[in-house]
């Protein structure tokens, strides 16, 4: 039973440039997040989707950052222009449901590094 | 409104002894409690989690936590650590009845000692 696949598992771009992360969840789980870890902040919530929908995004600098949902399988998480203070791993999670004695599945992480 | 404290970034331990990674958490209502761990460059997974059953949760691996609430605490522990715990430990907690997204500590490296 697969997990949850991210791609690409490294990136490295430079300032500027639009960079974009893609997570496919694990089937059947209706709840999906991403995360962003930093030595500095840690693991920060960005966003989440229920059923495509976004939820919460008040963790995502607005400004350039955006995530979609465009079906249960599928989820990506933009950022345009790109900036060196964005690199970190990336982490995308999913859930079955609302119970909040759920776990949440991560994928492998990207490591995204802007120069 | 809930929240997580992780006593100590780093805790360093000799292979063989004990572990103890610390762990309070503030929570309006009871908590749902987890520990993840996480290996180097691979996502966080779930080693134990309490959820109003027994108090001591046990977990993979050998590691088990204990729910205090007079202490407000879930320390996590091993009898005696091997090579291949060295990680990254992150506790985490979710309010019953409230939100549904756990709220994550700061997380603990343990460094296993030959």
């Known amino acids: 039973d697969a997990g949850v696949i991210q791609s690409p598992r490294h990136e490295v771009t430079e300032m500027g440039q639009e960079v974009t992360l893609r997570c496919k969840p694990i089937s059947g789980h209706d709840y999906l997040f991403w995360y962003r870890q930093t030595m500095m902040q840690g693991l920060e919530l960005l966003v989440y989707?229920?059923?495509?929908?976004?939820?919460?995004d008040s963790g995502m600098p607005k400004d350039r950052f955006s995530a979609k949902m465009p079906n249960a399988s599928f989820s990506t998480l933009k950022i345009q222009p790109s900036e060196p203070r964005d690199s970190a791993v990336y982490f995308c999670?999913?859930?079955?449901?609302?119970?909040?004695?759920?776990?949440?599945?991560f994928g492998p992480g990207t490591r995204l590094t802007v120069l | 409104a809930q929240s997580v404290t992780q006593l100590g970034s780093h805790v360093s331990v000799s292979e063989g002894a004990l572990v103890l990674l610390r762990c309070n958490y503030s929570s309006s209502v009871p908590p749902y409690l987890f520990w993840y761990v996480q290996y180097p460059n691979q996502g966080l997974q779930l080693l134990l989690k309490?959820?109003?059953?027994?108090?001591l949760v046990k977990g993979i691996n050998g590691f088990e936590a204990e729910f205090k609430k007079s202490e407000t605490s879930f320390h996590l522990t091993k009898p005696s650590a091997h090579m291949s715990d060295a990680a990254e430990y992150f506790c985490a907690v979710s309010e019953r009845g409230g939100s549904y997204i756990p709220t994550f500590g700061r997380g603990t490296s343990l460094i296993v000692h030959p």
């Open positions: 999670a999913s859930s079955p449901d609302r119970s909040s004695y759920n776990e949440q599945f």
């Open positions: 309490y959820t109003s059953a027994a108090t």
């Open positions: 989707f229920n059923n495509k929908a976004v939820m919460d």
